[in-house]
């Protein structure tokens, strides 16, 4: 079945370190969403990519959406402890019906 | 304030004994569904409706049921809890059903089956 893979699966970083995900799938999707769960908390929506290349900031995230729309990246640059948590993929199936979820990335900061 | 409301937010039950977990969204969504959460394997979706009195089964519906009389509740049953369903049950909600629109979630109920 379709899958969206998502690595690393853990990374540990200094504060002040870069910090990337990747999210691969098997076939092309429609749109990919990124969340973020803190420890304790619950996903809450971040953004959304639609268009093939689609590159979209918020303030120190980068997110990324391939160009043959099977990949999708989220870069935070010079992390803060405020980051901590987990970060998960989520890509639009092509009947843009269901959602597939990554399994998530899980970011420790130290201090 | 907009949001997705869940309980309880935490149960501890035995083997067998009826539960309801409820889910209510004040955002006049059309669209909810219900993941489960465990370590290693990420959000997994148990049940879905796209509106009232239409549901289908997710990924892991096995042991569940829903019902969506109401276009705001959406509360998950389990009839006869087992030990492999102890997990994070997370309620989400979006307007439209479709992937293209964001998912607002509950804050969970950690479910503990003895």
């Known amino acids: 079945g379709q899958q969206v893979m998502q690595i690393p699966q853990y990374q540990h970083v200094q504060e002040g370190e870069d910090f990337t995900t990747y999210c691969n799938s098997s076939?092309?999707?429609?749109?990919i969403q990124w969340y973020k769960q803190r420890p304790g908390g619950h996903p809450v929506f971040l953004i959304q990519l639609v268009k093939s290349g689609e590159v979209k900031k918020q303030k120190r995230l980068t997110f990324q959406f391939g160009e043959a729309k099977k990949n999708s990246s989220l870069h935070i640059t010079a992390t803060q402890t405020t980051d901590v948590g987990t970060y998960f993929c989520?890509?639009?199936?092509?009947?843009?019906?269901?959602?597939?979820w990554g399994l998530g990335t899980s970011l420790a900061v130290n201090p | 304030e907009a949001q997705v409301t869940q309980n309880p937010r935490y149960l501890i039950t035995v083997t067998g004994k009826k539960l309801t977990v409820t889910c209510s969204q004040n955002?006049?969504?059309?669209?909810m569904s219900w993941y489960r959460q465990d370590p290693g394997l990420g959000l997994r979706q148990i049940y879905y409706s796209m509106n009232v009195e239409v549901t289908d089964k997710g990924d892991v519906p096995e042991g569940y049921k829903v019902s969506r009389k109401e276009k705001r509740n959406f509360p998950l049953i389990l009839e006869s809890p087992s030990p492999n369903q102890t997990s994070l049950y997370f309620c989400?909600?979006?307007?439209?059903?479709?992937?293209?629109?964001?998912?607002?979630f509950g804050p969970g109920t950690r479910l503990t089956v003895l």
């Open positions: 955002m006049n969504h059309e669209y």
């Open positions: 989520a890509g639009g199936t092509g009947n843009n019906r269901k959602l597939i």
């Open positions: 989400a909600s979006t307007l439209l059903a479709g992937a293209r629109n964001e998912q607002f």
């Open positions: 076939t092309t999707l429609s749109n």
